[in-house]
């Protein structure tokens, strides 16, 4: 450390540091916001999902009837 602080100095580690941990904060929000955008989709897909197995189970039902 005190190699690093004399070849680099003090300053300059903690300006590095200080990046380092805003570039870590917003990777957090990115991440967060890419995985509410993945729930939406999500649910975008569920409701066509649903409706496709409710008309499969209407049409079997259908079926069994005749």
Do not use: W, Y
């Not at 690093?4 to 540091?17: M, T």
């Not at 967060?32 to 993945?38: H, V």
């Amino acid at each position: 450390m005190e190699v690093a602080v004399r070849c680099f100095g003090f300053e300059a580690i903690c300006d590095g540091l200080a990046d380092m941990l805003k570039c870590n904060v917003s990777l957090d929000v990115e991440f967060k916001e890419l995985q509410n955008r993945i729930e939406k989709a999500n649910s975008l897909v569920e409701v066509p999902q649903k409706k496709f197995e409710i008309e499969c189970h209407q049409s079997e039902m259908e079926v069994v009837r005749t």
